[in-house]
Antibody
């Protein structure tokens, strides 16, 4: 049974960085990707980015580009997401999810399953 | 502001059927595959539908998905109190080069 377990809650000052980990088990880590999604309090889901675990390529959303780094350690089946220069509006629950990526002609196919339990990140002075 | 629009809420009585719409454009739904996620209160999202209309093995056939043009629809039959949750559509947006989620729909069982 595939499972993702994330690191614990974080409280950070504005301007600091946070690094969230996502440890995978129950499947071949490098056969899928990992996506990162966040959810601000009372808000919807916001896609942050994607890392392909078989070639290391990443894609990130425009609103966090330049502040986010997604990496992985295949020896421990763990993915990481680091967000720098934190602001108060980065306060959210951060989720990782195993991702499937495929292309059929010109049509892209992404789906995410399972998801980690979420990591609350609070940015406050 | 999401590029995928969903109704904020829908409601129905137990046992009834509900549908949730997801409206997009040719750069997202019109040319890419759609997935649907359910988020129960205080929990992580869970995949319900992928590739427009396919269900993971642990999702009952009460849940269905369809796509037509630049819109997608999630259907739930035999509504149960346990179906009260937020539901999100999602797809790749080729113009934005980003994955986008819908605005989310809260389903209430009356």
């Amino acid at each position: 049974q595939a499972r993702l377990v994330q690191s614990g809650a974080e409280v950070k000052m504005p301007g600091a960085s946070v690094k969230v980990s996502c440890k995978a088990s129950g499947y071949t880590f490098t056969s899928f990707g990992i996506t990162w999604v966040r959810q601000a309090p009372g808000q919807g889901l916001e896609w942050m980015g994607w890392i392909s675990l078989y070639n290391g390529k990443t894609k990130s959303a425009h609103n966090v580009q330049g502040r986010v780094t997604m990496t992985s350690d295949t020896s421990t089946s763990t993915a990481y997401m680091e967000l720098r220069s934190l602001r108060s509006d980065d306060t959210a629950i951060y989720y990782c999810a195993r991702g499937w990526e495929a292309v059929s002609g010109s049509s892209w196919d992404y789906w995410f399953d399972p998801w980690g339990q979420g990591t609350p990140v609070i940015v406050s002075s | 502001q999401s590029v995928l629009t969903q109704p904020p809420s829908v409601s129905a009585a137990p046992g009834q059927k509900v549908t949730v719409s997801c409206s997009g454009s040719s750069s997202n739904i019109g040319n890419n595959f759609v997935s649907w996620y359910r988020q129960l209160p205080g929990t992580a999202p869970k995949l319900l539908i992928y590739e427009n209309n396919r269900r993971p093995s642990d999702i009952p056939d009460r849940f269905s998905g369809s796509k037509s043009g630049t819109s997608a629809t999630l259907g739930i039959t035999g509504l149960q109190t346990g179906d009260e949750a937020d539901y999100y559509c999602g797809t790749w947006d080729s113009g934005l080069s980003a994955y986008v989620f819908g605005t989310g729909t809260k389903i209430t069982v009356l």
